[in-house]
């Protein structure tokens, strides 16, 4: 059984990713969905989530960003199930 929730109207399907280690750097916590340079080295370009947010506006999905330093960080994935008219 899928979770299914009513977003603006609209039924969607929701995914939840849960990290429970030491939540996004400050600086990082305020726009987390923004592209930026990464922290994680030259190879990595930042823009992950910045992509995964455009795609899912595209289908007429959320993505939303919760963390907390010390606590965690989860993303919040909806995705309607039928298309809008």
Known sequence: VLPLVNVDGHNCLE???VDNGPGLP?????????P???AKGAEHQGLGLAVVREILAQW????LCRTQ???GTSFQIFVPLEQSA
């Open 15 to 17: 995914i939840r990713f």
């Open 26 to 34: 400050v600086e990082r916590a305020q726009d987390p969905l923004s």
């Open 36 to 38: 930026r340079p990464s």
């Open 60 to 63: 007429g999905g959320t993505l």
């Open 69 to 71: 330093a010390g606590a």
